[in-house]
């Protein structure tokens, strides 16, 4: 988590396998502190633990329109390795 007077500004979850790999789950900040820099702070540091952890291969994910978080990935040296597609049904009434 990163703080701003005290109060949760944005943060990141992790997920780990327990051996070596580590997933980063979600990263967000606060609309009020947005472009400040402090997602790419947070998901570093979150970064920086797990490799102090032991754990060697780094995973995220991403929504192709979020532009900003492709951005801060992309500056951590996250590359892209897949794509997924989801779809939607609308399903009729009875």
């Known amino acids: 988590m990163v703080l701003v007077e005290g109060e949760v500004?944005?943060?990141?979850?992790?997920?780990?396998?327990g051996?070596?790999?580590y997933w980063s789950g979600m990263t967000g900040t606060r609309r009020a502190?947005?472009?400040?820099g402090l997602a790419r702070l947070a998901k570093t540091e979150a970064l920086?633990?797990?490799?102090?952890?032991?754990?060697?291969?780094?995973f995220t994910g991403n929504d192709a329109d979020n532009q900003p978080m492709?951005?801060?990935n992309e500056r951590l040296g996250y590359r892209p390795a897949g794509s997924e597609?989801?779809?939607?049904?609308r399903l009729p009434s009875h």
């Open 9 to 17: 500004a944005a943060y990141s979850v992790a997920q780990v396998d």
């Open 19 to 21: 051996r070596d790999r």
């Open 33 to 36: 502190h947005r472009g400040r």
């Open 48 to 58: 920086r633990r797990a490799r102090d952890r032991g754990y060697r291969h780094a």
């Open 70 to 72: 492709l951005a801060v």
């Open 85 to 89: 597609w989801r779809y939607t049904k």
